[in-house]
Structures are given as C-alpha cells and as structure tokens.
DNA sequence: AGTTTTTTGGTAAATAAAACTATAATTTAG
DNA sequence: CTAAATTATAGTTTTATTTACCAAAAAACT
C-alpha cells in the first residue's frame, strides 16, 4: 500500500456473501440458503445472502448482520472463505459509472436446519436449496457456491463442524448420513467410521435410545466441548 | 449485495499486501521480504510489500505486480490468504476524511531465495528477514503475517510446497532442513522422513552426488511435477 | 413366528508409522 | 597416512493404525 498516483487508483463498494449450509437430516440432503434478488442486477434472480458493508462495518459484522436478517437460529458457525475481485464480476461496474469496483468477500456459514427459522421480511423469495438443486445464480455466486461446498468437504475430514449442522442430540448413524451425504457413498466402512470417530473421545452418550424405523435402537450422543477443548489444536481424522 | 441506502455504505479502498516467504538453506533460516515504507502512514516503518488496486486491475494482477516490482524471480506460487477489514486497521482512516475505509486482501507467496533477485528502485529498504527478528511493521501487518506463517506450516503437511522455496536441485537433507527449520526441531525421524518422501513417488534422483562439509556426499533430487500431475488431488502426508 | 433391518461390539489381516541398527562414503583430526 | 567423526543411505523390528469382515442384539416388518 503506498501508491503516489490516486487517480489511478480503484474506488471499491465492498459486499459480503455468506455460503449458508444445512443439512434436512430426514431427507438427507445438503442445502445452502438462497434468497431472490429484489434489486437490479439480476432482479427475480437467485442469489446467496449478501450485503454491502456499512460504515464503521466489520467484514464480520456484516456477515453476521445478513444471518440474523435472514434466520431466526441459537448456534452459527462461521468463518472467512474466499474475496472475489475480477473486474467485471459486478455488471454495476459499467465503465460509465466512473471506477466504481464491486468486491465480495465471502463467508462459510454453517447452522442447524430445525433451528433456523427463516425470515422472508421484504425479500420476494427465500429457501433452502438442495445442493443438487441449486439453479444459475446472480452474479459470480455458483463459483463463491462451490468454493464453499470445496471448504465444506475438505473441513469435514479434520475439524468437527458436522456438530454445528447436526442437531444438539443425534445417533452416529446421523453422523455417518451426513458424512455420505457430503462426501459420497461408501466413502468409508460404517462399522471402522463408528469406532473412530468414538475414540476421538468428545462424542458423549446420553444412553437415551431411539429408534428410527426398523432395526435395533440408537444411542443418542452429544458433542462434548468441554472434552474437545484440550484437543482443539491437535490433528485428528474423522474420516 | 442490494442495499438501498447508499449514504450508508463505506467507501473502499483495497489493497494488497504478499507475505512473500523464502529460504536460506545455507543459514537454514526461514525468511520473509519486507520493505521499508516511504510514505505516511508508518513512514520509514517496515511493512509487508503491498499495493492499492489500480482501474481494471484484479487482486491477483495486483499481487503479481508487486512481486515483479519487488523482486526478479522465475518460479512464483501465490495464493489468496486471507482479507483484512476491521474499522481503523488503517490510520488513514480518520473520521474527518469522510467515510474511507482501507481493505487488505493478502497473498501468500513462496520464492527461490537463490533466484530472487530483489529490486531496490524507489524505496528506502527492502529485506528478506529471518522470522524470528521481524520489528514491528506497519498497520496489521504483524497480525497478517502470523496467518501467513501459520498457512506455510500448514501447507507444508500436505502439500508440495516445499519444492517452491527449494533449490531446482535439492538433497533429501535439505528438505528435512526445511521441515525442521518451519515446524520446529525434531517434528520427526530423519531416516523415517526419508522413506516417507521417497515413497510418495515424485522425487527423481538426478544420480548427481554433492558433499557439504563432512559426511557421505548426497543425492541431488528434483521435484517430478509430471509423476506428481495425476497425484494431485490424492491426500498426501508429508511429515 | 420368522425375516429383515439397523445398531453395536467385536476379530483378523493388511498397512503404515516409529524406533532402531548397520553400512557406505566422505571430511577432519592427529 | 590413519583413525575418528560425520552424514547419507538402506534396511529391520516393533508398534500402532487402518481396513475388511463377522456376528449378536434389538427393534420393525410380513
């Protein structure tokens, strides 16, 4: 930073866009929020949840000012993805409209579905898509999409975020559901995922049994922070 | 992004700042490019190699100009670290310039200390400096560089980026230099380092043999990105 | 009542990691 | 010039982990 000549310089509008997942454990599908645009560009179109920063505005604070416009939810998990600059990714940058650049900074959020009621206050849609479902979006937000769904995979390997999308009580055959649901079928063996991921030594039993259909009940188990804490900064594999 | 109240909205400038890594192997230091700063604010101060994104510029484009403008090097890896927004991370800031924020989106970047010839022209200083004697710098740019050192250690697990900062040719030993330079002494068995290495399939022994110092003369090796191609997307563990 | 389904708790074989040993090829010290 | 020290290399052995597979328990389904 440091350049003598500002009128060479770029004055940038700076907009945050949050990627949100859940997971619809009863029909074990990966959704990501979506809301229809109410204002040009790409008016009637889908979009993820975005905002522009405001003044004395945190890239975070924005990015959580979005969260709580949109959903109703206790625990939100949330981090930074990825900032998208491509001149051109905003057709507001119209080279009449004198240097004015559009910057998106992106987060990765991730919330319980049975938790998160949506608020459709002054928006003309919104809605939990299926990630196999996802139409074109507006703007460049397929690609912020897929860096997200990138990040959600690649997390699910060595960091406990399933427990920020499962309910607060769930059976390890929840986890493994979902652990298929993002990462494909048989991408590993039940029996050996149940075992490792015990001995990982924070999923506690609540000895509460369940039983979903047909087949022997389930335990219900919770995640124990507390037990996690100490192990927050050591490697671990969950898959 | 579709906000109506425009007089709410903050004003960007955005900058980029690279946290250019390298290595002396003959010191075995791990060292990082900094320049002294010849405006204000923080004049005379150092400060990570950045810029403010120029019209039409992208943040990438804007990231490999100042590497060119800083230093002369062949082989660059760079890649996206993370964006800096926080109200008041930069002084000129200042509530009576009406509504300015400064943004900094920062890349991580590694070079060939050898190759990488550095550019005085136009500034009061420009350093690789050792890590553990970096001074104070300018804006957040300490806090910027913890989260780049913490990428390098990070990446260096499980990717090939070692071979970025490595001579063309390197000896085996001085790969397990550069491990136990960034991730500390004794992070693992050198003899079991090794094996692991060479297991992995995309080192080839060139048969060129050299002695430094004392002790049987080494293998020279090179990094086959060819063998590594169809590897890439595999989860590898080098350490 | 018997079959199917799912959870649960295992074992055995295969793989990988960690610890350790030995030898080769050089430089350095005496 | 020779012995000692040093570093690279090539293993082996032991231990731990991963993978594949098996079987009983406890429920629903037919």
Redesign the interface.
Known sequence: ????LAS????????V?NVIFSVDMTLNRVLVLLIM???TPFLGQW?LP??????????EDAAYRILAEKIHVQNIYLE?L??F???GR?PRESPDQF?V?????SYFALVRFEEAKLIADGVPGIAWYSLDLVPQLA?DHNEILEYGYRRLRNKLEYSPIAFDVLPEMFTLGDIYQLYSAVLGENFSDYSNFRTRLLKLGFLSDTGIKVSRGAGRPASLYRFDSEAFAPLKDKPMVFI
Request: proline letters at 2%; a neutral charge; zero cysteines.
């Open positions: 930073m440091g350049d003598r060479q310089l770029e004055d940038f509008k700076v907009g866009d645009r109410q204002d979009s975005g905002t522009l920063v405001r003044k004395g505005e945190s890239l930074q990825y900032t600059g491509k001149p905003d240097g650049r559009y910057l998106s900074v703007f």
